[in-house]
């Protein structure tokens, strides 16, 4: 059974940056993770993927409102993967959730990862 489990969430100012990771049950190896974050009264938006694309380089994949200001990355060796989030925003106000996929490639859809956290609320402050 895979188990993700988030963290480093918090307030913050805009402008300032926080990091969060998913540390997984170390089954993750090879699967697809993504973050996605749900404001309230609003819809589960995608945010950024990871996935293997050989056998020590990664394919990372951003939604607009985040390119060039999030960063996705993985530590195997610590079976945890890492959301770099700089130059926050109010509007990235949201609750966080790491989800993991295991067949297929990269995707932005939700309903195609199998495993989910519980969620870190990330606050951002005008």
């Known amino acids: 059974q895979v188990q993700l489990v988030e963290s480093g969430g918090g307030l913050v100012q805009a402008g300032g940056s926080l990091r969060l990771s998913c540390a997984d049950s170390?089954?993750?190896?090879?699967?697809?993770v993504g973050w996605f974050r749900q404001a309230p009264g609003k819809e589960q938006e995608f945010v950024a993927t990871?996935?293997?694309?050989?056998?020590?380089?990664?394919?990372?994949d951003y939604a607009d409102s985040v390119k060039g200001r999030f960063t996705i990355s993985r530590d195997n060796a610590k079976n945890t993967v890492y959301l770099q989030m700089n130059s926050l925003k109010p509007e990235d106000t949201a609750v966080y959730y790491c989800?993991?996929?295991?067949?297929?490639?990269?995707?932005?859809?939700?309903?195609?990862?199998?495993?989910w956290g519980q969620g870190t609320q990330v606050t951002v402050s005008s």
């Open positions: 989800a993991a996929k295991s067949y297929g490639g990269s995707s932005r859809a939700p309903d195609e990862y199998d495993y």
């Open positions: 170390g089954r993750t190896f090879s699967y697809t």
């Open positions: 990871i996935r293997r694309s050989g056998a020590k380089t990664y394919y990372a």
